[in-house]
């Protein structure tokens, strides 16, 4: 009964940071998955560095985005940060 008494404290702390911390992390990982995979000619899109532009293509790892004045540039997937307007 001891031990259970010094492993309750430690069991409720793992507890609240599996609720606060990693879950939304897991969430938010996989809205990103979702968004990525999703992604279609002709959306508008922000890169994680505040560029924004159109989806020209894409392949598996890259996208290449038009940035409006017909400069087209190579972007890899996991710096797509939000998609503005759905094609």
């Given at each position: 009964m001891d031990i259970l008494g010094m492993l309750?404290?430690?069991?409720a702390i793992f507890a609240v940071?599996?609720?606060l911390m990693i879950r939304p992390a897991q969430k938010r990982q996989k809205?990103?998955?979702?968004?990525?995979s999703n992604l279609q000619k002709?959306?508008?899109i922000v890169t994680v560095g505040g560029i924004?532009?159109?989806v020209t293509s894409f392949d598996a790892n890259h996208m290449y985005v038009d940035l409006g004045?017909?400069?087209v540039v190579k972007?890899?997937?996991r710096a797509?940060?939000?998609v503005v307007n759905n094609a």
């Open positions: 309750l404290p430690f069991i940071m599996y609720f809205e990103m998955n979702n968004m990525q002709g959306d508008e924004n532009g159109v004045d017909g400069t972007f890899e997937r797509l940060h939000q």
